[in-house]
């Protein structure tokens, strides 16, 4: 258990719909990355957030969105979904701050599934 | 932009042979290079990390080099299990962002 939790761990809707995914880091780690895991994909970066502000931003589609709460949990919001949204999407996080280098520490993941 | 390129796709060794996994990078920048295994239908998890001043780290059988001139690092796992079986990630970055490259799915047979 690497002490990063999502949920939900499964979600199933509707092309068209809009879902939250949410995430909350392990105690004492500041900054949150969401991932996509497409079937038999790499991870896919789509953005990062340090202590309530975006740090980093990757792939992630205009149709996304995510915030950092001021109590470091973090929502994934996908909205207007298409079929090529399903995946599994993976929270992580690490402590930021005057390191060079950064441990990321993922959750169990979400698997989204679009029909 | 900043790409990691991951080799083989595919890798099939013996039980007790070893393995090897390879990965170039196009950030001059990267300064931290993990390597992760991920298990079917699991979260990925850290196996092995390396940082720019270092050229080569070990742990038990598994060992990483990196070689910051030519941009790429190996992941060796030597004596390799059945539990070794797993798609393992190559990535690179720093303390922004890390990319991480497209996955090597490692098959060890019996």
């Known amino acids: 258990d690497s002490g990063v939790t999502q949920t939900p761990k499964h979600l199933i809707t509707a092309t068209g719909q809009r879902v939250t995914l949410r995430c909350s880091p392990r105690s004492g780690d500041l900054s949150v990355y969401w991932y996509q895991q497409s079937l038999d994909q790499g991870l896919q970066f789509l953005i990062q957030y340090y202590n309530g502000e975006e740090r980093a931003k990757g792939n992630i589609l205009e149709r996304f969105s995510a915030q950092q709460f001021p109590d470091l949990h973090s929502e994934l919001n996908l909205s207007s979904l298409e079929l090529g949204d399903s995946a599994l999407y993976f929270c992580?996080?690490?402590?930021?701050?005057?390191?060079?280098?950064?441990?990321?520490?993922f959750g169990p993941g979400t698997r989204l599934t679009v029909l | 932009g900043e790409n990691v390129e991951q080799h083989p796709s595919t890798l099939s060794v013996q039980e007790g042979d070893s393995a090897v996994i390879k990965c170039t990078y196009s950030d001059s920048a990267s300064n931290y290079f993990p390597w992760y295994k991920q298990e079917l239908g699991k979260r990925p998890q850290l196996i092995i990390d390396i940082r720019s001043n270092v050229g080569e780290k070990k742990d038990q059988r598994i060992a990483v080099t990196l070689n910051k001139t030519a941009k790429h690092f190996s992941l060796h796992i030597t004596e390799t299990q059945p539990e070794d079986s797993a798609v393992y990630f190559c990535a690179a970055g720093g303390a922004q962002k890390l990319v991480f490259g497209q996955g090597t799915r490692l098959t060890i047979n019996p």
């Open positions: 992580a996080s690490s402590v930021v701050g005057g390191k060079a280098y950064n441990e990321q520490f």
